[in-house]
């Protein structure tokens, strides 16, 4: 079974500087992998997504994430923070076929950014 | 296009009572999902439709959690009864066949059973 781990439940970083949100994931097959993003009281928004084609993919928000797959890793990143990216991320991988797809979630990672 | 309604978008029951939720989702999606959302987790699927049909249910529990989806359009998630450790977000989501599995979720139902 495919799983996603996301290290770090919480991460402060100031405002400018880099961020980096952390995500493996097991799979026997290629995956599709997604960042999705979670802003207080509200459903989870799509970042980006993997599915196969170039390893690093832009998303939205300045964000990007790099596809590795020797190290089975999905990392968010950003190179300046602003404080409107505080919020909770989460990195999920697709399994299923025939365009019955279900995500398996990691547990997320909570972003504070720091004035 | 309109977004994933949900509704209500909060509620609280006491235990042992029972409890709806509502999700109609974007037009023309086939697959509607029901997650739950427990404080400090990842989102856990419930519940899969493609269309009207049961895609995969092997997480709902079953005793107390039912989900319909009649027509293939919306859907209603019951609780019967409730219990404390339900208390959680239910998220809907809906996607269209063959999209690469890129969801579209409402904002959810945050239930809290007292």
């Known amino acids: 079974a495919q799983s996603v781990t996301q290290l770090g439940s919480h991460v402060s970083v100031s405002e400018g500087a880099l961020v980096l949100l952390r995500c493996n994931y097991s799979?026997?097959?290629?995956?599709?992998l997604f960042w999705y993003v979670q802003y207080p009281n509200q459903g989870l928004q799509l970042l980006l997504k993997y599915t196969s084609a170039a390893t690093l993919v832009k998303g939205i928000n300045g964000f990007e994430a790099e596809f590795k797959k020797s190290e089975t890793s999905f990392h968010l990143t950003k190179p300046s923070a602003h404080m409107s990216d505080a919020a909770e991320y989460f990195c999920?991988?697709?399994?299923?076929?025939?365009?019955?797809?279900?995500?398996?979630f990691g547990t997320g990672t909570r972003l504070k950014v720091l004035a | 296009e309109a977004g994933v309604a949900q509704s209500p978008r909060y509620k609280i029951i006491e235990k042992r009572q029972s409890v709806a939720f509502w999700c109609n989702p974007i037009s023309g999606h086939a697959t509607l999902y029901w997650y739950q959302q427990i404080l400090g987790q990842g989102p856990k699927l419930l519940i899969q439709?493609?269309?009207?049909?049961?895609?995969?249910d092997s997480q709902l529990p079953k005793d107390r959690f039912s989900a319909e989806r009649l027509k293939g359009v919306d859907s209603t998630l019951k609780i019967q009864p409730a219990k404390l450790e339900d208390s959680a977000v239910y998220l809907c989501a809906s996607s269209r066949t063959g999209t690469g599995g890129v969801y579209t979720f409402g904002s959810g139902t945050r239930l809290t059973v007292v």
């Open positions: 999920a991988v697709s399994e299923g076929t025939s365009g019955t797809y279900k995500y398996i």
């Open positions: 439709f493609q269309n009207n049909g049961v895609v995969d």
């Open positions: 799979s026997s097959v290629p995956p599709y």
